[in-house]
């Protein structure tokens, strides 16, 4: 089995996010990177399915900070083979990533052909479009998306996915392979890799890093940010502020108020 | 042909989405601002009637095939793809929902199309539609437009009022015939959320734990609190994803939408897959650490500290109100 997952570094959002001053993107200067959430469970996945049928797992992604630790915490984990695209123009949007990711995967010895093609189901700032479709239209394969459990069957060359509906509701799809996934959630929670496994990893095995091919079609997002701002909001909650003992009387207060104590 | 602008109706199971009527509200104020006629496209097997209730629209375009009785992305897109190729309206809404997630990118893929993600609301300036995008778990937005038309537009739910674009009596309907392949992808069998388990859509009060509750030993803390207001806890996507709660207890995008007397969000950052789920709440109450999380937007009440520090100090203080001695107990 032959897998392919996409990987794609964002910001952090958990700590505080700046607009940059020309007003079109964020300020990507101090923000932490971190690997979309979604695309470590696709990794995971990946990893599991590895390891329950067997099969190469390889791991790739365009340049950004602190990837490799990312790719090297992916190698940890159990991924065969990691690359790094470089080269590619600072802050492209995810449709010029993808047709990126796309050629790469085309063109680059060894990666093609492959049985399953991951990539997480939504990253926070997928503005012009999603990866797992985008690849999918590129190499001309099916797409399914919010996939949470993933049982391939090369022997008949289809695979079985579950994909998630509102209110608690999955269906489970039959897909002929090669097929891209956007994969919502592993069916366990990603693992965790200690740093000295990580720290061995980087000192046996190396990333691969590949030079980004030329666009042979520029302005393909076809979209233009006029502005980024922080939201606006209409309200903003009433703040009980103090000690917990304190805010917590306060609520005890305001609930019992409306009759919910 | 006079150009148009459209919405795709997305209905599931035999009902008609929510965000179908949303998208029509808000695509009602688009072709009103461009001076164009609104027109809704229905795909699906034997769902004609569904066309009574999308009056909002001047027409509806209803193409009826056997291979569009489920929504698979690539044949609802490709179907999309010939209609846009000849009739050329000048946008598109298209749902951005677990049922339809993967449509609008695959149709804008296909024609080399713009696709604006995550909308929220959308506006004519000077004869172009700006969208404004909810970005980063709705800690940025922003105003984006497009270079090409037909633009697509990925909608989010909550962008207008689900009632204000409901009008019962059927548009003028063209039926409209497509040729499709049968797709490499078919639905097998829908799988039922497990019964048995409390029904969160039911209670009036929710404590809702997220990510801020750091570990599943810690539930037990919300837990006691939702016991003495008579609830029951739900939990974020996060908690789910670990295993700490089953599918049953989660609100959002994937789970179940709440409405009730008091929610209580604890550790929860309130992205909008999350809040799409909970914000009709009567009370909501919020605990996060970040004092820019978004569901501070949304919260009435709202508390910067640790859920584990204050759920503690809440159950003491809720146990003093009741005279309950909990050490005693």
Same mark, same amino acid.
């Given at each position: 089995?032959?897998?392919?997952?996409?990987?794609?570094?964002?910001?952090?959002?958990?700590?505080?996010?700046?607009?940059?001053?020309?007003?079109?993107?964020?300020? $990507?200067?101090?923000?932490?990177?971190?690997?979309?959430?979604?695309?470590?469970?696709?990794?995971?996945?990946?990893?599991?399915?590895?390891?329950?049928?067997?099969?190469?797992?390889?791991? $790739?992604?365009?340049?950004?900070?602190?990837?490799?630790?990312?790719?090297?915490?992916?190698?940890?984990?159990?991924?065969?083979?990691?690359?790094?695209?470089?080269?590619?123009?600072?802050?492209?949007?995810?449709?010029?990533?993808?047709?990126?990711?796309?050629?790469?995967?085309?063109?680059?010895?060894?990666?093609?052909?492959?049985?399953?093609?991951?990539?997480?189901?939504?990253?926070?700032?997928?503005?012009?479009?999603?990866?797992?479709?985008?690849?999918?239209?590129?190499?001309?394969?099916?797409?399914?998306?919010?996939?949470?459990?993933?049982?391939?069957?090369?022997?008949?060359?289809?695979?079985?996915?579950?994909?998630?509906?509102?209110?608690?509701?999955?269906?489970?799809?039959?897909?002929?392979?090669?097929?891209?996934?956007?994969?919502?959630?592993?069916?366990?929670?990603?693992?965790?890799?200690?740093?000295?496994?990580?720290?061995?990893?980087?000192?046996?095995?190396?990333?691969?890093?590949?030079?980004?091919?030329?666009?042979?079609?520029?302005?393909?997002?076809?979209?233009?940010?006029?502005?980024?701002?922080?939201?606006?909001?209409?309200?903003?909650?009433?703040?009980?502020?103090?000690?917990?003992?304190?805010?917590?009387?306060?609520?005890?207060?305001?609930?019992?108020?409306?009759?919910?104590? | 042909?006079?150009?148009?602008?459209?919405?795709?109706?997305?209905?599931?199971?035999?009902?008609?989405?929510?965000?179908?009527? *949303?998208?029509?509200?808000?695509?009602?104020?688009?072709?009103?601002?461009?001076?164009?006629?609104?027109?809704?496209?229905?795909?699906?097997? #034997?769902?004609? *009637?569904?066309?009574?209730?999308?009056?909002?629209?001047?027409?509806?375009?209803?193409?009826?095939?056997?291979?569009?009785?489920?929504?698979?992305?690539?044949?609802?897109?490709?179907?999309?793809?010939?209609?846009?190729?000849?009739?050329?309206?000048?946008?598109?809404?298209?749902?951005?929902? #677990?049922?339809?997630?993967?449509?609008?990118?695959?149709?804008?893929?296909?024609?080399?199309?713009?696709?604006?993600?995550?909308?929220?609301?959308?506006?004519?300036?000077?004869?172009?539609?700006?969208?404004?995008?909810?970005?980063?778990?709705?800690?940025?937005?922003?105003?984006?437009?497009?270079?090409?038309?037909?633009?697509?537009?990925?909608?989010?739910?909550?962008?207008?009022?689900?009632?204000?674009?409901?009008?019962?009596?059927?548009?003028?309907?063209?039926?409209?015939?497509?040729?499709?392949? *049968?797709?490499?992808?078919?639905?097998?069998?829908?799988? *039922?959320?497990?019964?048995?388990?409390?029904?969160?859509?039911?209670?009036?009060?929710?404590?809702?734990?997220?990510?801020?509750?750091?570990?599943?030993?810690?539930?037990?803390?919300?837990?006691?609190?939702?016991?003495?207001?008579?609830?029951?806890?739900?939990?974020?996507?996060?908690?789910?994803?670990?295993?700490?709660?089953?599918?049953?207890?989660?609100?959002?995008?994937?789970?179940?939408?709440?409405?009730?007397?008091?929610?209580?969000?604890?550790?929860?950052?309130?992205?909008?897959?999350?809040?799409?789920?909970?914000?009709?709440?009567?009370?909501?109450?919020?605990?996060?650490?970040?004092?820019?999380?978004?569901?501070?937007?949304?919260?009435?009440?709202?508390?910067?500290?640790?859920?584990?520090?204050?759920?503690?100090?809440?159950?003491?203080?809720?146990?003093?109100?009741?005279?309950?001695?909990?050490?005693?107990?």
């Amino acid at each position: 089995m032959n897998i392919l997952v996409a990987l794609r570094m964002v910001p952090d959002v958990v700590e505080e996010l700046e607009v940059a001053p020309d007003k079109k993107w964020l300020d $990507l200067e101090f923000v932490r990177m971190v690997l979309s959430e979604s695309d470590d469970h696709a990794l995971e996945e990946a990893l599991l399915i590895k390891e329950r049928q067997g099969g190469k797992v390889t791991v $790739l992604a365009l340049d950004a900070p602190e990837l490799d630790d990312a790719l090297f915490a992916a190698l940890a984990k159990g991924a065969d083979r990691a690359m790094k695209i470089t080269g590619a123009e600072k802050g492209v949007m995810t449709r010029e990533a993808a047709h990126i990711l796309a050629r790469v995967i085309s063109n680059e010895p060894g990666l093609l052909p492959a049985d399953l093609i991951l990539s997480g189901t939504q990253a926070y700032d997928d503005l012009d479009g999603l990866v797992a479709p985008l690849l999918a239209d590129e190499l001309g394969l099916p797409f399914l998306g919010i996939v949470t459990n993933l049982q391939a069957d090369l022997s008949v060359g289809k695979a079985r996915a579950v994909k998630e509906y509102p209110g608690g509701v999955r269906g489970e799809f039959e897909v002929a392979l090669p097929a891209v996934f956007g994969i919502q959630a592993a069916e366990k929670p990603p693992r965790y890799v200690p740093v000295a496994k990580v720290r061995a990893v980087m000192k046996s095995q190396k990333i691969e890093s590949v030079p980004a091919p030329a666009m042979e079609e520029v302005g393909l997002s076809m979209i233009q940010v006029l502005e980024m701002m922080k939201p606006q909001v209409s309200g903003h909650a009433v703040m009980l502020e103090g000690p917990p003992q304190q805010v917590s009387n306060g609520l005890c207060g305001i609930l019992a108020e409306r009759g919910l104590l | 042909m006079a150009a148009e602008f459209w919405v795709v109706v997305e209905h599931w199971r035999n009902q008609v989405s929510e965000i179908t009527y *949303e998208a029509l509200a808000l695509g009602r104020e688009v072709a009103d601002q461009l001076g164009v006629p609104l027109r809704a496209v229905l795909l699906g097997h #034997n769902v004609k *009637e569904m066309a009574q209730s999308l009056g909002k629209a001047d027409s509806l375009i209803y193409v009826d095939h056997p291979l569009l009785s489920e929504v698979v992305p690539e044949t609802d897109a490709e179907a999309l793809v010939q209609l846009v190729k000849e009739r050329k309206p000048r946008g598109v809404i298209v749902p951005l929902t #677990n049922v339809s997630l993967g449509v609008g990118t695959l149709l804008a893929a296909r024609l080399r199309l713009p696709v604006a993600n995550f909308c929220k609301d959308l506006k004519v300036v000077d004869g172009k539609v700006h969208a404004k995008s909810v970005l980063y778990g709705g800690k940025m937005e922003s105003m984006v437009t497009a270079d090409a038309e037909p633009a697509i537009f990925g909608l989010w739910p909550g962008a207008r009022k689900a009632e204000s674009g409901r009008i019962d009596q059927s548009p003028p309907v063209e039926e409209v015939a497509v040729s499709l392949r *049968e797709p490499p992808i078919r639905l097998q069998r829908y799988i *039922e959320p497990e019964a048995g388990d409390v029904d969160i859509s039911q209670q009036e009060v929710l404590v809702a734990v997220g990510r801020g509750i750091q570990g599943r030993e810690n539930l037990e803390l919300a837990e006691t609190l939702a016991k003495d207001l008579g609830g029951a806890v739900c939990g974020s996507r996060p908690v789910i994803d670990q295993g700490w709660m089953p599918l049953s207890r989660q609100v959002g995008k994937s789970g179940l939408t709440v409405k009730p007397k008091l929610y209580l969000a604890m550790g929860i950052s309130g992205a909008p897959e999350h809040t799409e789920g909970m914000k009709d709440s009567a009370l909501i109450v919020a605990v996060n650490t970040d004092p820019h999380a978004p569901i501070f937007n949304i919260a009435h009440y709202g508390i910067v500290a640790d859920v584990l520090e204050v759920l503690p100090a809440l159950n003491e203080a809720i146990a003093s109100k009741k005279g309950v001695d909990r050490h005693a107990a």
